[in-house]
């Protein structure tokens, strides 16, 4: 027997259609599933009423694995085959490793990502994954009753495109459609309801159980656009526990301790600190396997103090992702904290502090990145009404044309939300031109040699004209699945050509991040080229006018003022030919000047011209 | 006769609705569709359309239509968990026979 949820008016499904989706936080420590019932978002529990499900996978012998709490309690006996972490090898090779030693893995190096050796068969990360989002889908499908239409599974902002890719293979080998992968900063801000209330900066702080990220967004009419990304991949919650269980062991006395040991303080260190958050002090009280006891007080005023320096820790990042996006304290409209370890009272004091203002933090912060995917999902999958929209893509590098010189000329700036349509007006470039070839780019540099060519076609059958008389319109149209296509039109005659292009086809992220990089460090040098092919571009058409101008009218000049005009237009093409942009500027003047007499007399003529044969009645 | 919420299912339309922040009831409806015939509809009232007719129970409104009522008359709506399902259930007196998930009936 189906149960039935309140749909959003008009929006009751058809029997059997129902529309389930849900939102998924792959974390490093934990993972959660969402979903939105009756209209509010809930985390999803298991039958034990847990939502968090630890994102630890074990493998045992006999083929059989086992996720979460359960294979947590094989860590210890088994370190080697069960999984723990696995997200910080989603899409790394064996290279990428920043320190191997320090797990008790054994990695066997494949082409594109690494493996590990367990005694069920070396299993990449994107396994291990599927096997936690498998688990997670299960407990959906068991909470919803019926199989789920898709999931918005949530990735760390700076994860590029061999990470996210991989996250989606991971989510395929699991039998989820992705509805969407969506940056877990951006996901909590959508819990908070900033898409639908505010527009400004926000800086997400997400204190977690092994990392640390910052992260600030910036909000305009539902865009959510990652301005700039900082944190520390060693620094956590388990830090605290760590100090803690350092405290302990001084102030004890104690001295080597044994696996058993250490890990029964450090689980009593972290029942200290969660206690300590709304208590005063707190008792750590543990019997150590040679029957020693330990019994201490620990008040929240020495815990803070012990742990200040990790919670300083965490205000570099900050400052330097403030410095990243160029912005003052004084831009930020609010804070949200995400991850267990911001309900540390003296974590969200120094985060108030330094930004002098309170935090956003009535959402549960281990759940919050989980309910904002679920939201998202719940929009993607059509159960909201006409009134409610969904976040935006953008694109990742700007659109453009080529122009006369090899430059580019951007039609749509990178950062613009799809869909999206801009169109600009061109013209020819040459006399009784008839044809424009027209060449679509991709990137932010100025030269078109150092962009990546996307599509070329051509618009004929413009009427001939003198050079920059027609208008050609060029219009770009991004579609929401980030589709571009492209056309032209002579706007007099109507003659109209266009192509259909894929912008981001085989254009991976991190080649997009190289792209953007580059054109960070080559800003300078490529204003330098675009000055100096500007210029030539200038000298080349007034050289081509000159000489067309000779050719049909030179009979306007005497001798002498023939040859002082060819000389300046000797002396203009040689400096075409060199690399100095004011040389070609200067001599492009001295052309200019050197024909203004000819001009004028060419007008005159022109005009006479044309009087010629007409009364003066039909010039009124 | 009319139509009515059990207190758990009261409770919760009530906790929905506030937590959505709007409405002013929920609405019980059928529509021809499905396996066997007709369809339940269940969904937030922002607004009562003149023609509808409205019931009340433990302090929430229900609203249906004048074509909906008869194949619903007496029906209690409720709130149940089956494991880690939960939500509403049509307890409707009118059904004679119903699709294996009940999601559709005829009377």
């Known amino acids: 027997m189906a149960l039935f949820q309140i749909a959003e008016p008009g929006q009751a499904a058809e029997p059997h259609q129902h529309r389930l989706a849900v939102g998924i936080d792959l974390g490093t420590t934990n993972s959660l599933v969402a979903t939105v019932r009756s209209g509010s978002a809930t985390v999803l529990a298991d039958e034990t009423g847990a939502t968090l499900l630890p994102s630890v996978v074990h493998y045992a012998a006999d083929g059989q694995t086992t996720v979460g709490y359960a294979a947590q309690l094989r860590q210890s006996e088994d370190p080697r085959n069960t999984i723990v972490s696995v997200k910080r090898f989603m899409g790394r090779g064996v290279k990428d490793l920043p320190d191997s030693a320090a797990t008790p893995y054994r990695f066997v190096d494949a082409p594109g990502m690494l493996k590990i050796k367990t005694v069920a068969g070396d299993k990449s990360p994107v396994e291990v994954s599927a096997d936690v989002l498998r688990h997670l889908k299960q407990r959906a499908e068991d909470s919803l009753g019926g199989e789920l239409l898709g999931a918005v599974i949530t990735v760390p902002a700076y994860f590029d495109d061999a990470q996210r890719q991989a996250t989606k293979d991971a989510a395929t080998l699991a039998g989820l459609n992705v509805l969407r992968l969506l940056n877990e900063p951006t996901a909590a801000a959508v819990a908070y309801g900033l898409d639908n209330a505010a527009e400004g900066i926000y800086i997400v702080y997400d204190l977690g159980g092994g990392t640390f990220d910052v992260s600030i967004l910036k909000l305009t009419r539902g865009v959510f656009e990652v301005l700039s990304t900082s944190g520390d991949s060693a620094l956590g919650g388990d830090d605290f526990d760590q100090r803690i269980y350092c405290w302990v062991v001084e102030n004890a ?143 990742p590098l700007s659109l453009g044309l080529e122009t006369m010189g090899g430059l580019t000329e951007k039609v749509i700036p990178r950062n613009s939300t799809i869909p999206t349509a801009r169109a600009q007006d061109f013209t020819t470039y040459k006399d009784g031109q008839t044809a424009m070839a027209i060449h679509v780019v991709q990137g932010e540099r100025e030269l078109v040699a150092d962009c990546r060519s996307l599509a070329r076609f051509e618009l004929r059958g413009i009427p001939p004209m003198v050079a920059g008389a027609a208008r050609i319109r060029v219009t770009f149209q991004v579609d929401a699945d980030g589709l571009l296509a492209v056309s032209a039109r002579e706007q007099s005659t109507g003659v109209e050509a266009s192509i259909a292009v894929k912008p981001s086809y085989g254009l991976a992220d991190d080649e997009i991040a190289r792209m953007l990089q580059d054109s960070m460090q080559h800003a300078s040098e490529d204003m330098l080229a675009r000055t100096l092919a500007e210029a030539r571009v200038e000298a080349e058409s007034l050289i081509a006018a000159t000489r067309a101008a000779l050719a049909s009218d030179g009979q306007l000049l005497d001798a002498e003022e023939r040859a002082e005009v060819e000389a300046a237009l000797a002396r203009l093409q040689a400096a075409s030919a060199g690399d100095a942009a004011t040389e070609i500027r200067a001599q492009t003047d001295a052309l200019n000047q050197a024909t203004s007499e000819f001009a004028a007399r060419r007008m005159d003529a022109a005009v006479k011209r044309g009087l010629a044969g007409q009364k003066l009645s039909e010039l009124g | 006769m009319g139509l009515s919420l059990s207190e758990s299912a009261a409770k919760h339309v009530a906790k929905y609705i506030a937590k959505r922040g709007r409405g002013v009831g929920v609405r019980l409806a059928v529509r021809t569709s499905g396996c066997s015939g007709m369809a339940y509809k269940l969904e937030f009232v922002d607004e009562a359309a003149a023609e509808d007719l409205a019931f009340e129970s433990f302090g929430v409104k229900i609203f249906t239509d004048a074509k909906s009522l008869p194949y619903i008359d007496g029906t209690e709506l409720d709130f149940v968990k089956e494991g880690l399902n939960e939500g509403f259930k049509f307890n409707n007196p009118n059904v004679k026979d119903e699709c294996g998930c009940g999601e559709s009936f005829n009377t």
Do not use: C, Y
């Open chain 1, 253 to 395: 006395g104690l001295s080597l301790l044994g696996d058993h040991d250490t890990r029964l303080l450090l689980t009593h260190a972290r029942e200290a600190k969660e206690a300590l958050t709304d208590h005063a002090e707190t008792r750590i009280t543990a019997k150590l396997a040679d029957g020693e006891v330990v019994d201490l007080a620990l008040s929240a005023e020495v815990f803070q103090q012990i742990t200040a320096p990790l919670v300083q820790k965490t205000i570099s990042p900050v400052r330097k992702a403030l410095r990243d996006a160029k912005l003052d304290m004084s831009e930020i409209k609010g804070v949200v904290m995400v991850g267990g370890a911001t309900r540390m009272p003296h974590v969200r004091r120094a985060v108030a502090d330094f930004f002098g203002r309170e935090p956003l933090t009535n959402l549960d912060p281990d759940k919050v990145v989980a309910l904002g995917a679920a939201m998202q999902a719940n929009a993607l999958a059509g159960n909201k009404g006409d009134d409610e929209w969904l976040l935006l893509d953008v694109i």
